[in-house]
């Protein structure tokens, strides 16, 4: 149980870093396949949503350093303040999207998960093409 739990962790910190989208994004469908109910897997993913992201922000920290032409106020290949004001909204926007996810039944919350993963997929596809 621990090794697939360690595989599908690594595979999950992995992707979401090489294509650039939010660990939730690939935790949440491998948490209800593992039987957690919706509200829980966003519970969950939100929770190692941190855990997921430090490795990729400490590998584009230090393939950044000593690079030469970067925009003013980067750390590595991090532009500073975005990173605070993405952060700083971050923690405002969770608490709220957790009450309000919690008025929902499982069946729209899925669904609503659905649409986002198709319109993330959608624009991956465009910015593949284009």
Request: with cysteine; aromatic share 10%.
């Amino acid at each position: 149980m621990l090794i697939n739990i360690t595989r599908n962790s690594f595979f999950i910190v992995t992707i979401s870093s090489l294509i650039g989208i939010g660990g939730g994004t690939l935790s949440e469908p491998v948490l209800l396949s593992c039987g957690r109910n919706m509200k829980k897997a966003v519970g969950t993913s939100s929770g190692i949503g941190f855990f997921i992201s430090l490795p990729a922000t400490v590998i584009f920290l230090l393939a950044g350093l000593g690079i030469e032409g970067k925009p003013q106020y980067s750390l590595g290949f991090i532009s500073i303040i975005p990173f605070f004001l993405i952060t700083l909204g971050t923690f405002v926007s969770v608490p709220m999207g957790v009450k309000i996810m919690h008025n929902f039944n499982d069946i729209l919350i899925k669904r609503f998960f659905c649409v986002l993963l198709l319109i993330s997929a959608l624009k991956m596809l465009r910015d593949l093409v284009v």
